[in-house]
């Protein structure tokens, strides 16, 4: 499935091209899933880093080893892995896609291949926020926003296993069900029913929490910057939450630090990319344990692509949404 314009779900169409080229450090995949994220739908309507076109979408993948690149040792033909692919090559709406080798993981044995294909690009992003940017501690108060959403979902279970106090949002009947009885949040606040900021403080005596999560941006990130204790950790995973005008001197005498999350950072540029492999093996670890679930709530066909899409732009999906390529 490929565009060669920006636009609405429409833009994209089946075409044959080329077999994606192989570096030395890649694997070539054939892929059996993949799966839609909000970056999917952004990139679509107009990137805001300059892309070429064709364009092939689709930033997570579960499928199977065909090639290796002469450098690669770890993996061979045959072998299931899931990976979340670089966010600035070729995606995974395809037959098959080429990946850095040193960045994918052992596909977990409990899950079939939508099921695995909902988790890379989340839970390296879910992972990398909570411990990696705000390295949470058991006990811990931590406010993760948006709890029934496809990072959410994850960041919750996974602070939850951390032995933290989860307080989320959500403001939907179903969504705060699903919060409340399937993830067990602790606290779990409606965002349409009274301020929000106000019911964090009346769940923390007042004081706020130590970590909060940004999963939406715009007025959630000032949210959090309004919920978070003195020297509290604000983690944003949207870029344009950053507006801080006329509330740096608020923030500093507070000492709230403020951290960005992107988790395509190591297979982009190359710099550890073994690190994403190292928390998808966790991460497949916890799923095969029991401890951890992905939840998907719509698989779709490829050829349905443009459905999934407007699925995923409704805003209302619990967990993620599946693409079956095979």
Known sequence: MVQREYGASSVLHVEDVADPALRDTDVLVQVHATSVNP??????????????????LGYDVSGTVLRCGSRVTQWRPGDEIFAAPNLFRPGA?????????????????????GGAAALPLVSQTAWEALHLRAHIQPGQSVLIHAGAGGVGHIA????????????????RAESLA???????ADAVIDYRDGDV????????GGRGVPVALDTVGGEVFVQCLDSVAINGHVVTILGGSTDLAGRGQQLLYRNVTIS???????????????RPARMLAS?????DAGAL????????PLERLADAHAQVETGRTIGKVAVLVR
């Open 178 to 184: 699903f919060c409340r009885d399937v993830l067990r």
């Open 293 to 300: 679930r992905p939840e998907v709530r719509h698989r779709f």
């Open 197 to 204: 900021v106000e019911q964090v403080k009346a769940l923390t």
């Open 39 to 56: 970056v999917d739908t952004k990139v679509r309507a107009r990137a805001t880093v300059p892309r070429e076109f064709p364009l092939i």
């Open 283 to 287: 991460i497949a670890q916890l799923v």
């Open 93 to 113: 709406n395809a037959e098959l896609v080429a990946l850095d080798a040193r960045s994918a993981a052992r596909k977990p044995a409990s899950l079939d291949h």
């Open 156 to 171: 919750v279970q996974l602070a939850k296993l951390h032995g933290c106090r989860v307080i989320t949002t959500a403001g």
């Open 260 to 274: 960005y999350e992107f988790m395509g950072i190591p297979t982009a540029y190359e710099l550890e990319p073994e």
